[in-house]
């Protein structure tokens, strides 16, 4: 009788204890089934059947069905447009022009071997060797070069243009050192006074002299006069230096001369005067730049040390506060003028972008480099505890099924 209870009690046991171990483990020998085994497994030349698991032995479908699942509903074009307008805001062009900006700067501080300075020079010795030569003979073919800008200077500066007394005391003291000296006035009065040169001064005197000078012209005349002035000066060498600056001393030569330059001016100048002297000068300009400024650039570039002069550029710009505080105002500028652009193609952009990108290919491609291994570890990363809770609902309804069997065995004896 005790044999037979305890028959009964293990009868009412065992349904519910197997039920929820079966069921545990049968969900969890499942979930495991979704990624192992990794690899197909072969016994006898033969592939065991669910080897490899359900998703590494459909992970190409998989691929293609998380791209088309992503590209049909979540990276479509509108949404892309929508995306890259919230990132292409005004503020954010902005900082990112700003960041370049600022990162170009500190490169070209950084930079030992004057990599910018020799591009810097390259780019200056093109531009007056090739570039401002050759643009300057086609623009010299127009009728009216350069006529408003030569016309500008010689209105704002030649016509304006006055010399100061320091100027004016400078330019009459080389004039008096260099152009009317004592020795240059005595060499000249010598070249002048020829044979031929004072026969001609005397006999034009007596004809044309009426009067007392008549009188004095032919009776005495200014042949023997200016014979022994010519001897003086060439004999008495030193004595008629002398006597010239003494002669410039006693009329202040000096005092008038500077006076004379200081009020010199082209304002002082008839009008008719004036416009056709600005004619002629704007002439002349215009004709030498037409025929010799092309060449002019050319020999003006050779003779700079453009590479010297790109590092001095350079180095100025790296400690100019100017450019420091403009970056903010470059930025600014380049934005909106990149703004309005955008707002006029960034949808066609976006289109033409999207098949460039090939987003759903990357896509695919990344799910397939993906190991079994770690698809697993990402999804027991994300749903842990919910694939646990299978588990434990499995064991719960082993162990309920189990307990209906127990209790229908009990209710049927």
């Avoid at 979930?31 to 059947?49: N, Q, T």
């Avoid at 002299?209 to 002035?229: C, K, P, S």
């Avoid at 400690?319 to 990149?338: F, G, Y």
Wanted: aromatic residues 8%.
């Amino acid at each position: 009788m005790e044999l037979t209870n305890l028959l009964n009690y293990w009868k009412l046991l065992v349904p519910p204890i197997a039920g929820g171990i079966i069921g545990y483990f049968t969900n969890d020998l499942a979930i495991k089934m979704l990624f192992r085994p990794y690899k197909p497994i072969y016994i006898a030349g033969k592939k065991l059947p669910f080897t490899p698991g359900l998703i590494p032995h459909n992970q190409a479908r998989l691929a293609q069905k998380v791209s088309d699942t992503i590209m049909s509903s979540l990276l479509t074009p509108e949404e892309l447009h929508n995306l890259a307008k919230r990132l292409l805001e005004t503020e954010r062009i902005e900082a990112a022009i700003s960041w370049l900006l600022k990162l170009t700067l500190s490169q070209v501080r950084s930079d030992k071997e004057f990599k910018t300075a020799k591009i810097l020079a390259d780019i200056l010795r093109d531009l007056f060797g090739e570039s401002l030569p050759r643009l300057l003979r086609v623009l010299a073919r127009k009728e009216d070069f350069l006529q408003e800008q030569i016309n500008q200077i010689f209105d704002r500066i030649l016509l304006e243009f006055q010399l100061t007394e320091s100027q004016a005391k400078q330019l009459s003291e080389w004039i008096l050192t260099s152009v009317i000296s004592p020795d240059i006035i005595r060499q000249a009065i010598i070249e002048f006074l020829t044979d031929r040169n004072i026969q001609v001064m005397d006999e034009s005197f007596r004809e044309k002299t009426t009067g007392t000078y008549w009188v004095v012209a032919n009776l005495f005349g200014l042949r023997n006069t200016l014979i022994r002035l010519r001897s003086f000066c060439i004999d008495e060498k030193e004595i008629a230096n002398t006597r010239f600056q003494e002669l410039l001393l006693s009329f202040e030569v000096r005092n008038r001369l500077r006076e004379w330059l200081q009020g010199l001016s082209l304002q002082n100048l008839p009008v008719s005067t004036v416009k056709q002297l600005r004619k002629t000068t704007a002439d002349s300009a215009r004709s030498y730049i037409q025929e010799k400024g092309a060449e002019f650039l050319q020999d003006f570039g050779k003779s700079i040390d453009w590479d010297k002069l790109a590092i001095l550029i350079i180095n100025r710009l790296q400690s100019s506060t100017t450019v420091t505080s403009s970056m903010n105002t470059i930025s600014k500028e380049l934005a909106l003028i990149l703004e309005r652009y955008l707002e006029e193609d960034l949808e066609k952009i976006v289109t033409q972008t999207i098949p460039i990108l090939s987003i759903d290919q990357v896509i695919v491609d990344r799910v397939n480099a993906t190991s079994p291994e770690n698809l697993e570890e990402a999804t027991q990363g994300i749903v842990k505890s919910e694939l646990q809770a299978i588990v434990n609902l499995g064991g719960l309804l082993g162990l309920f099924i189990g307990l209906l069997q127990a209790g229908f065995f009990l209710i049927s004896n």
